[in-house]
């Protein structure tokens, strides 16, 4: 069994920062993929970030060059630094692991408003 745990979320005004963190734990035998999707009400969950075990990432168009996604593989954690943030970035944020299978976190609300 694997767990993710998140942490980080909230308000922000529009151009402010946050920083999200998601640490696993459980049944992890390995590096694997981490990474984060997001989701507003009504709409299907969108890919953000991603990240593999040795560094190598990708990123949806829409943040590339306003989020950062890094890992800390001795912590089993994943972090996603987002700066210039805007209204259009609000949403529940889902960090994920794939191990044979994604597990997901419990999710964390990000609302940019001002």
């Known amino acids: 069994q694997v767990q993710l745990v998140e942490s980080g979320g909230g308000l922000v005004q529009p151009g402010g920062s946050l920083r999200l963190s998601c640490a696993a734990s459980g049944s992890i035998f390995g590096i694997y993929p981490m990474g984060w999707y997001r989701q507003v009400p009504g709409k299907q969950r969108e890919f953000v970030a991603g990240?593999?075990?040795?560094?190598?990432?990708n990123y949806v168009d829409s943040v590339k060059g306003r989020f950062t996604i890094s890992r800390d593989n001795d912590k089993n954690t994943v972090y996603l630094q987002m700066n210039s943030l805007k209204p259009e970035d609000t949403a529940v944020y889902y960090c994920?692991?794939?191990?044979?299978?994604?597990?997901w976190g419990q999710g964390t609300q990000v609302t940019v408003s001002s």
């Open positions: 994920y692991i794939s191990i044979h299978h994604y597990y």
């Open positions: 990240i593999g075990g040795v560094g190598n990432t």
